[in-house]
């Protein structure tokens, strides 16, 4: 049973700095890409950044220059480092897995971490 499991929410002020991680783990195969979606109330969810397994990454207009995805294949774990985050970047925010095993490409999905920006 493949498990994404995400830590590094919270409460940060604007202009600060948080750094979520979510770690893949059970029968993955091989990883075909892992990325960051959020979605904030009353919106849908949104693509945030995404890095394939040719480690090209892609990210949204809205955090370009601010957020940076990376991963650590070893471990199975992608990370988003957000830095100058604004009010508007609050949301909850999911990690996403695309696998593949033998033939099968699964999207899996983490719980979902609270990230708030306030004062």
């Known amino acids: 049973q493949v498990q994404l499991v995400q830590s590094g929410g919270g409460l940060v002020q604007p202009g600060g700095s948080l750094r979520l991680s979510c770690a893949a783990s059970?029968?993955?195969?091989?990883?075909?890409?892992m990325g960051w979606y959020r979605q904030a109330p009353g919106k849908q969810r949104e693509l945030v950044a995404d890095?394939?397994?040719?480690?090209?990454?892609n990210y949204a207009d809205s955090v370009k220059g601010r957020f940076t995805i990376s991963r650590d294949n070893a471990k199975n774990t992608v990370y988003l480092q957000m830095n100058s985050l604004k009010p508007e970047d609050m949301a909850v925010y999911y990690c996403?897995?695309?696998?593949?095993?033998?033939?099968?490409?699964?999207?899996?999905w983490g719980q979902g971490t609270q990230v708030t920006v306030s004062s």
């Open positions: 996403n897995l695309d696998a593949r095993r033998i033939k099968l490409t699964t999207t899996y």
């Open positions: 890095i394939t397994n040719s480690d090209k990454t």
């Open positions: 059970g029968d993955i195969g091989s990883i075909v890409a």
